[in-house]
């Protein structure tokens, strides 16, 4: 996708998030929508939440093929993320040491990380693509944006 494209995609996604989420109805419930809405607006192969809860992150809501149920810390690029606490673009999954392969067929990734106010992952939002070299900056970028549009709404939800 042509970056001014992908930047006017993404704008308009970002209003239609800001619409679609509620304070009125349970994080999961905005979670999944979310997971939906960017699946549909990229037709990736792959887009979902892993909720960090003792000490392991475990399967949230998504859109896409099957998927790993738990990620141990520092494990893959979502259990990296985690540890790093930094979003992550990963061009070839399969260069990437210690890759965690729940579908043979995604070939690239990027994890955004959801931070609470302690500074403590909460959520990382994993997508995956069957293209290589699929993320970049743009979307490193507006999914750190729709993170924040997330952490918001779990400060409310409390």
Same mark, same amino acid.
Request: hydrophobic letters at 40%; glycine letters at 6%; aromatic letters at 12%.
């Given at each position: ?21 509620? %304070?009125?109805?349970?994080l ?54 985690? &540890?790093?606490?930094?979003t992550?673009?990963?061009?070839d ?7 965690i392969?729940?579908s ?13 106010? %302690?500074?403590?992952?909460k ?20 999914? &750190?944006k ?5 952490? %918001?709404?779990?400060?409310?939800? &409390?």
């Open positions: 996708m042509e970056t001014n494209v992908k930047k006017e995609v993404y704008e308009k996604l970002l209003i239609e998030i800001e619409a679609l989420i509620s %304070n009125e109805f349970p999961i419930s905005n979670l999944s929508n979310i997971t939906s809405v960017l699946k549909e607006k990229f037709q990736w192969w792959w887009v979902g939440f892993y909720i960090v809860e003792d000490g392991k992150m475990f399967l949230g809501p998504f859109q896409g093929p099957l998927a790993c149920m738990s990620i141990p810390y520092g494990k893959g690029v979502c259990g990296k993320a985690w &540890k790093e606490k930094e992550l673009i990963v061009p999954v399969t260069k990437f040491p210690g890759h392969a729940c043979s067929l995604s070939r690239s990734e990027i994890v955004v990380p959801i931070l609470d106010e %302690n500074n403590e992952v959520f990382v939002l994993d997508i995956d693509s069957r293209y290589l070299s699929t993320f970049d900056d743009i979307d490193a970028y507006y999914l &750190k729709i993170a924040n549009m997330i952490n %918001n709404l779990c400060k409310i939800i &409390k």
